[in-house]
């Protein structure tokens, strides 16, 4: 290997807009920025690219056409490339990009983490709003699904069953709940979620949903902005949402006891897909 490089800063260029989202495009490809990042260090020849890049013949070959074609590198002898300044400053803006964004999700991480750190529990709490509600008993009609998105596969079936008698028009009337079943666990990517919807006791059921008797319950409520949380560092970092895990910390100092009824996420806003989905979260509890 020649021509080793010191590390150099991304190269100002005049670029149009619509050729920066062309160089985009074309570094979409995992390859192609493994070969632009090696190029970066120092330039290689073809037999170097294929032993780093473990790729065959003809497909890297295509991979570089599609760099050179955009002037992202260049071949500066034969069977040897480097760098273009093009591709110095598309690498450099990917990375730095990348790098802010990790920024970003580090300092959302640390933020989180700190309030949930010794001593901070009365700041968490005093934040949090809990409502104490009493649920009826109540005649449900429950839909499940196991599989990778299990939410979204029960919502169909809810939706499937509900809509067309009217159920979903007056979620007062026929509230919406849901929780795992069964919950998530290590090494598997399958889970189950089952869905409730309060019904007449004498409404026919039809094959696939499943009548059963709920015999209501004491529980502490909270409300999660659902489309927030489920996108949020803490759900990464945690495995769970964190109104949940503040729920259960302002549950630790509340006086109540923990409920052996079924924990629920009710449904606020199911349909209406233009606003964040918003939940109550209702955690079991005892006197």
Same mark, same amino acid.
């Given at each position: ?11 100002? $260029? ?11 495009? =074309? =570094? ?23 032993? %780093?890049?473990? #790729?065959?013949? $003809? ?23 480097? #760098? ?19 920024? +970003? ?9 700190? /309030?949930?750190?010794?001593?901070? @529990?009365?700041?968490? $709490?005093?934040?949090? *709003?809990?409502?104490?509600? *009493? ?17 979204? @596969? ?6 499937? !069953?509900?809509?067309? /008698? ?12 849901? !929780? ?8 598997? %990517? ?7 919807? +309060? ?14 008797? !709920? ?5 502490? =409520? ?5 489309? *927030?949380?489920? $996108?949020?560092? !803490?759900?990464? %970092? ?41 939940? @109550? ?7």
């Amino acid at each position: 290997m020649d021509n080793q490089r010191d590390e150099e800063k991304p190269v100002k $260029t005049s670029l149009s807009a619509d050729a920066i989202a062309d160089y985009f495009l =074309v =570094v979409s490809h995992p390859k192609r920025i493994m070969i632009l990042s090696l190029l970066a260090e120092e330039s290689m020849d073809f037999a170097e690219l294929i032993s %780093e890049i473990n #790729l065959q013949k $003809t497909a890297l070959s295509n991979q570089l056409t599609r760099l050179t074609d955009k002037h992202l590198i260049e071949r500066v002898s034969h069977g040897h490339y480097a #760098l273009t300044n093009e591709g110095k400053y598309v690498l450099g803006v990917l990375i730095d990009t990348y790098k802010k964004s990790r920024l +970003r999700e580090e300092e959302e991480k640390k933020r989180i983490l700190e /309030r949930y750190s010794h001593g901070s @529990d009365e700041v968490v $709490t005093k934040e949090l *709003q809990v409502e104490i509600v *009493q649920l009826d008993p109540m005649t449900v009609a429950s839909v499940r699904a196991i599989s990778k998105s299990p939410e979204e @596969d029960a919502w169909k079936k809810m939706v499937a !069953f509900a809509e067309p /008698r009217g159920l979903l028009k007056d979620l007062k009337k026929n509230p919406i709940y849901g !929780f795992n079943n069964p919950n998530p666990s290590p090494g598997k %990517e399958e889970y189950g979620y089952e869905f409730w919807i +309060r019904i007449d006791p004498d409404l026919e059921l039809e094959k696939g949903v499943t009548k059963k008797e !709920f015999d209501g319950g004491l529980y502490a =409520v909270t409300r999660c902005n659902l489309t *927030q949380e489920s $996108t949020s560092a !803490f759900l990464h %970092e945690h495995g769970v949402l964190e109104s949940w895990a503040r729920l259960n910390e302002w549950f630790k100092s509340s006086g109540y006891k923990k409920g052996k009824h079924q924990w629920l996420e009710r449904s606020i806003n199911p349909n209406k897909p233009d606003e964040d989905l918003l939940l @109550d979260l209702h955690l079991p509890i005892e006197k």
